[in-house]
């Protein structure tokens, strides 16, 4: 961000811009900045207002419109980084923004890890992000240095399905499940879950961010499908591979943010599940019926 970019941004901090105060706000500030400063300040400061609802940091952090829909909140972030607690070196796969990101870096930080599980002399963990979109990088970038100041991140402009991830000993993703036209369906996230399930051969501990309407037969014998609240909204399914599933739990719901957990253990009888239909996935082409 420009240093005009940023002073602009910290004049606006604290102000309203809801639709009817922007008019007015656009006008004054272009008699000191371009248009298109002004413009994207204001997009921003909208941005960070709305970002409040996710975040106890927003006003401080920086966030695309596509990157805050999709961004985990701070609860639901600290609750999946708390399994990767004690790991030496994590790779977040579709970083985004940084919502997992930050609190992956903040768990791997933490101090209060017990010392028989710190993978490095000094107590802490690297984390890595890696994304395809420049300017979420960039987000990433500071919103890590503003959430979780002093963590070990690298961050990685990249495809994921071209990276090595040798020497990694934990991996979360959060593939993209939405594009312009709405709602994706599993076997056509971005990369596709079979894709991501696959990461548990090379790096074998896995956590994958799913939409929760998830179809349960597309999860592998021995992972944990955790569906997680807030409150009384559904907001993920989590699905951990065989070495992170809680004490061998197959099923697991988790209501934030009191964290009270409900686990179906591996030997009960899978929970009963609606068969759904048969039906034709409309992201194929052709049309399947075999699409997850
Ligand atoms: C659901 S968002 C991630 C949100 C993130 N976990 C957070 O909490 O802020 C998905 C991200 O995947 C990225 N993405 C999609 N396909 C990718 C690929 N093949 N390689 C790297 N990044 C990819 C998108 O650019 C997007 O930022």
């Known amino acids: 961000m420009s240093r005009e970019g940023r002073k602009l941004l910290d004049r606006l901090a604290g102000e309203d811009v809801s639709a009817g105060r922007t008019l007015a706000l656009s006008v004054s500030l272009r008699q000191e900045y371009p248009p298109e400063l002004v413009a994207a300040a204001l997009t921003q400061q909208a941005l960070r207002a709305s970002a409040r609802a996710k975040f106890s940091l927003a006003d401080e952090m920086l966030f695309t419109r596509a990157g805050l829909e999709q961004a985990s909140s701070e609860l639901t972030a600290r609750h999946a980084a708390a399994r990767f607690a004690g790991a030496r070196l994590v790779a977040d796969l579709c970083c985004g923004i940084g919502g997992n990101l930050v609190s992956l870096a903040e768990s791997a930080g933490d101090r209060a890890i017990p010392p028989s599980l710190r993978a490095r002399a000094d107590g802490d963990g690297v984390v890595v992000g890696v994304d395809i979109d420049l300017t979420s990088l960039e987000f990433a970038r500071h919103n890590v240095a503003v959430c979780a100041p002093g963590a070990l991140v690298g961050l990685v402009l990249a495809d994921v399905t071209r990276i090595s991830l040798r020497g990694f000993d934990?991996?979360?993703?959060?593939p993209a499940r939405r594009d312009d036209r709405g709602r994706l369906p599993s076997g056509h996230y971005r990369p596709?879950?079979?894709?991501?399930?696959?990461?548990?051969?090379?790096?074998?501990?896995?956590?994958?961010?799913?939409?929760?309407?998830?179809?349960?037969?597309?999860?592998?014998a021995g992972w944990e499908t955790e569906f997680v609240a807030v409150g009384r909204e559904l907001k993920e399914a989590l699905l951990w591979s065989p070495p992170l599933a809680g004490g061998g739990a197959t099923t697991r719901a988790t209501v934030l943010p009191a964290g009270d957990t409900l686990a179906a253990p591996a030997a009960d009888k899978p929970l009963p599940t609606a068969r759904a239909a048969p039906r034709t996935c409309p992201a194929c082409s052709p049309p399947s019926l075999r699409c997850p």
């Open 170 to 174: 934990a991996v979360f993703i959060d």
């Open 192 to 220: 596709p879950l079979g894709w991501c399930l696959g990461l548990a051969d090379v790096v074998g501990r896995v956590c994958i961010k799913a939409a929760p309407g998830l179809r349960r037969e597309v999860v592998p």
